[in-house]
């Protein structure tokens, strides 16, 4: 599975905050060292933005004028957060793990928030056309992703977050939106047997997977711990593979950055021995 990643996605920061350039600079660090290929992605159109947001949104985001105390006006947060969104759109195309930022599940069609200000993952899905099962792994709730796709006969979501957190949402399925929350550190055993329950709820009359790739869900995490080890990354790749699915991934949370590196590796690693479909349209793997 190709990595998608470009460093100008360092180049915006707020000092003592969780969501800084280290996670994913260590990230891309540790995955080079294992001889990943990396592609650079160009940042989406406003037309491809549009999809899923609406102008008045887009419009906050390109001229500052917003508020928010998770998603500050960085100076060119509109480029990084196009330049995102085209991170997501590759990675589907080719089957890959978007490894950018800033994350974009918190995103809904006319709002930001929880460190996002467009929603990467909701915009490839959209774009694909392709009926999409999106697994969101993240240990928050998508309220964003599940704001978009609410009732949309082309897109299941499956979200597995911690309870009583951030952003207070997901405490019930409704329609096509299956939610599962859990309590705090309530560890693997109780999350895979989670996620299996989920998949089998979703069913399998998918054309692809779209996996929101949150590893905030680790023991040490300090915003949304599960209990898990980042073996049960790879654990749960190879349930999620089982579907064998065109499947890509974008990076949503996680706080524990010397963990980023290797759990992206585990969670693609058990896609790949699971039988998802990882590799480009056209490879062996694809």
């Given at each position: 599975?190709?990595?998608?990643?470009?460093?100008?996605?360092?180049?915006?920061?707020?000092?003592?905050?969780?969501?800084?350039?280290?996670?994913?600079?260590i990230?891309?660090?540790?995955?080079?060292?294992?001889?990943?290929?990396?592609?650079?992605?160009?940042?989406?159109?406003?037309?491809?933005?549009?999809?899923?947001?609406?102008?008045?949104?887009?419009?906050?985001?390109?001229?500052?004028?917003?508020?928010?105390?998770?998603?500050?006006?960085?100076?060119?947060?509109?480029?990084?957060?196009?330049?995102?969104?085209?991170?997501?759109?590759?990675?589907?195309?080719?089957?890959?793990?978007?490894?950018?930022?800033?994350?974009?599940?918190?995103?809904?069609?006319?709002?930001?928030?929880?460190?996002?200000?467009?929603?990467?993952?909701?915009?490839?899905?959209?774009?694909?056309?392709?009926?999409?099962?999106?697994?969101?792994?993240?240990?928050h709730?998508?309220?964003?992703?599940?704001?978009?796709?609410?009732?949309?006969?082309?897109?299941?979501?499956?979200?597995?977050?911690?309870?009583?957190?951030?952003?207070?949402?997901?405490?019930?399925?409704?329609?096509?939106?299956?939610?599962?929350?859990?309590?705090?550190?309530?560890?693997?055993?109780?999350?895979?047997?989670?996620?299996?329950?989920?998949?089998?709820?979703?069913?399998?009359?998918y054309?692809?997977?779209?996996?929101?790739?949150?590893?905030?869900?680790?023991?040490?995490?300090?915003?949304?711990?599960l209990?898990?080890?980042?073996?049960?990354?790879?654990?749960?790749?190879?349930?999620?593979g089982?579907?064998?699915?065109?499947?890509?991934?974008?990076?949503?949370?996680?706080?524990?950055?010397e963990?980023?590196?290797?759990a992206?590796?585990?969670?693609?690693?058990?896609?790949?021995?699971?039988?998802?479909?990882?590799?480009?349209?056209?490879?062996?793997?694809?």
């Open positions: 599975m190709e990595i998608i990643y470009s460093p100008e996605c360092l180049r915006y920061q707020r000092i003592a905050h969780p969501e800084s350039p280290v996670r994913v600079r990230a891309q660090e540790y995955l080079a060292r294992l001889g990943y290929e990396f592609l650079k992605p160009e940042p989406a159109s406003r037309e491809e933005i549009l999809s899923v947001h609406t102008e008045e949104l887009v419009r906050r985001v390109e001229t500052g004028d917003f508020y928010d105390p998770d998603c500050p006006p960085y100076e060119g947060i509109e480029f990084y957060a196009r330049l995102s969104a085209g991170g997501a759109i590759l990675a589907q195309r080719r089957r890959g793990f978007s490894l950018m930022r800033p994350p974009g599940h918190h995103a809904g069609p006319s709002f930001l928030g929880g460190f996002c200000y467009f929603n990467n993952i909701a915009i490839a899905v959209r774009l694909s056309g392709l009926r999409t099962l999106i697994v969101d792994i993240d240990g709730h998508g309220n964003g992703t599940q704001a978009i796709f609410l009732g949309d006969d082309q897109v299941t979501y499956v979200s597995l977050h911690r309870m009583y957190n951030y952003p207070g949402t997901g405490y019930r399925s409704e329609r096509n939106c299956l939610n599962y929350p859990l309590p705090p550190r309530c560890g693997e055993k109780v999350y895979l047997e989670t996620l299996e329950k989920a998949v089998e709820e979703a069913g399998r009359d054309q692809q997977l779209a996996i929101s790739a949150g590893f905030d869900t680790y023991r040490d995490d300090p915003l949304a711990s209990g898990l080890e980042v073996q049960s990354f790879y654990e749960i790749g190879v349930m999620l089982k579907l064998a699915l065109p499947t890509f991934c974008v990076l949503e949370g996680g706080y524990v950055p963990i980023i590196g290797p992206t590796e585990a969670l693609v690693v058990g896609l790949k021995d699971g039988g998802a479909l990882t590799g480009p349209p056209g490879s062996p793997e694809g």
